[in-house]
């Protein structure tokens, strides 16, 4: 969809800010995305920043001293406030001045280098918060290679349903309970029914999950009663993130017939700091998910060209796990999967037009998780319930520990990245949850 | 639950507000139930208002005028803003003073009859707006006999399933999409399929259907990661209104599963205007769910003797069907069924118990739908499919019409009220929907 690539993405642009200039730091000036911050101790107020380097840039200090001349003044006032949701009301447009403008800024040779220079705080020195007020959170099941596994487990004659192909799958997740990467998250408490015993028990899970997924933020929104064409989707998605949808497997499996997870899933939703830009990604569109031969076409609304050329995103993820006394003995965190949102059955767009498709209103700010991003290999499947199997099957840790769920003390950070030949890499950063007990 | 009645729940009490004192009336002076309003033409932002008869006190104004002494500052704040989330946020008791200091001002014999009456507004030049900024919706499924009835449908062998008695069935709806009753509706386009056709069609539902709920509003809430205890759980209820949690069946059968209902609910929801306070309601608890033997108690978390001996509330609710047709001619609007809240399988103190026992928090004006209402007879069965059931029966109306599903131009308007013997019938309004074409 949106390919067309300028000077920020140029691979020979520099930064004055030196840690920007590391070679596979997450946040070159092609990058520059946008969260908030608070910096530590001060009882400052929450502000917005852009990710430089090691560094953030102050955005409602630098539109304070004027750097930001040119850009739009109702885009400065957005700017200049406590979360990312007036800067999506207005659109991607606003979201392209600032980077812009952000771009000439930092970039090496900048006149304004010096006041600028004012503007940027270390990112040491301030706690990231949840950059968006997420009025709806929606997650979806776009992996077919997840869905796949899943389904097999739980119905081995028929692993994909008959609708999979046609409908991208999503429910309606909790927005309350979205914490920002770093938050720990305690082990739910919920019913539990072992397949022979007679009745359920209360008590903390025994089958605690992550689920590695991207969250898709919604820029612009609808009004209710009408659609988003596919032609327009991209237009709405203001930029993406990691999101770790944690999920609790036997309460889910007592809980969700016939309408869905609920507290398997509401009790945490982790989402990394850092929103990077549909702008940014420019360089790293891919084509839809190649359907094999006798797969159904997408219904028309789900159906373009252009969606078809270059709807997809190369964006890989990667879980990382480490437990408490992997930490204690110095073993470093061990990579339990790898996959990319490029291997998605439905692109982000066509997720967004199958939202809005009967007329349901997305707002700014609203997210839209992808779903478990699963491969077709084995080291790419993300989440622990596609790893180990219903056989019973466990992880081996360095230690000599071993995993078939998360127990309390593990520490699960995703990661996430866009590389390419040719390309600056672009990070997305990570998302981290420590495991506390119920 | 909370059964205490005071000198507010007299039914021998009557306000100077001559309209207050109609016979049936939805709101006497026993009721006081809260929403927000904007007088029409004026361009004044929104206000809470409190309904009394046909008339509305001007919550802003009767405490700009100093009536509301002796009500704590922050509520009497909270009053005088837009949206009734700052008196939710303050708790049950905050809703308490507001509702016992309008009452003395309301009465009959009032010291402050006169300052009170300039601080009236006539119900009919005023729009009634949604009255709650709503974070989350969640939507149970608490009627066994709607699920009864429905599960007979899909699953003649096994109508109910395994995990109904021991779970409160949940799951998260769309906040985006909630609209005030007298809001318009359009039918939703989706994926149909129907079971001979090889694949799906777009197009518009040709099985639009209402559900009859109550909705309850969150007073104060829970922090992330602590549980609400069965015996707390009525502190954190603020109060109810009607809910018609729209539904798309054709779109819902084929969509639904693994994940739950999704576009097929959430294109709109409506709730009535007035939100009715828990005390309003005092005199109207009843035991909960009188379940047979055979049934399985409770578990622990979700058994009280005070719950069982006083957790359930009896609202009574009716559905209403008008066609174009019936309005052009003049035919008054027939009702389709007539159910009580007192016959759900879970009490609402249930509900908010099970939605934070994993630790998920719940905020000030988040939304619990009861789910579709049914009693056991066939009359009061709650949503069309179950009136119609799949054998292909309609509706006969007094027009020559029939029904199976909702067509264009026809408008469901659900009521309800609390009434007993010894009482003073207290009324939540109505909840009205006219069905746009596609």
Known sequence: MTRTLDHTHDPAAVSWVESARRPNGDFPIQNLPFGVFQRRGRGEAARIGVAIGDEIVDLSRAIGQGLLAGVDQEVQAAGSSRSLNAVMALGRDAARQLRHRLFALLEQGAPDQQAATGCLVPAETVDLLLPVDVGDYTDFYASIHHATNIGTMFRPESPLLPNYKFVPIGYHGRASSLVVGGTAVRRPMGQIKDDQAPTPVFGPT???????????YIASGNALGTEIRLADAEKHLFG???????????????????????????FATSVSAWVVTTDALAPFR??????????PDPLPYLFSEANQRGGGIDVSVEVWLSTARMRAENVAAVRLSRSSLATMYWTTAQLITHHASNGCNLRPGDLLGSGTISGPSRDARGCL???????????????????RFLMDGDEVTLRGACERAGTVRIGLGECRGLVLPA
Chains 1, 2 share one sequence.
């Open 206 to 216: 025994r089958a605690l999950d992550y689920e590695c997924e991207i969250g898709a």
């Open 240 to 266: 993406i993130s990691l999101l770790n949808d944690w999920s609790a497997r036997d309460i889910q499996r007592w809980e969700y017939q016939p309408l869905g997870p609920f507290l398997a899933k509401n």
């Open 286 to 295: 891919v084509p839809a998910f190649d359907r094999p031969s006798g797969d």
């Open 385 to 403: 319930q596609e790893l180990v199997g219903r056989a019973g099957e466990s992880i081996n840790l360095p230690t000599g520990e071993q995993r």
